[in-house]
């Protein structure tokens, strides 16, 4: 199991910029696949934008060059760079790793965008 404790989420105006930080307990290289996923009122949970070990990344259409997904070795974390943010980005986001074995999550952080 690996333990992910996500922060920096909060209130944000449109078109501002927000980097949410997701911290492992373990080394992050060893973990086949890390990922944000986010989940708005009434509505399924999402991928955001993920990448591997191997170094693909995957971003959801609709943040393709707003959001950036990056990792850090050193500090065992995962950061989502939120640029350009609509009120379409408010959920709770996630964060995951895709280990053997169940996924493991983070407890979620709130993102609010201010139109």
């Known amino acids: 199991q690996v333990q992910l404790v996500e922060s920096g989420g909060g209130l944000v105006q449109a078109g501002g910029s927000l980097r949410l930080s997701c911290a492992a307990s373990?080394?992050?290289?060893?973990?086949?696949?890390m990922g944000w996923y986010r989940q708005a009122p009434g509505k399924q949970r999402e991928l955001v934008a993920a990448f591997t070990t191997g170094g693909a990344t995957k971003y959801a259409d609709s943040v393709k060059g707003r959001f950036t997904i990056s990792g850090d070795n050193a500090k065992n974390t995962v950061y989502l760079q939120m640029n350009s943010p609509t009120p379409e980005d408010t959920a709770v986001y996630y964060c995951n790793a895709r280990v053997v074995g169940p996924d493991c999550w983070g407890q979620g952080t709130q993102v609010t965008v201010s139109s």
């Open positions: 373990t080394r992050i290289f060893s973990i086949n696949a």
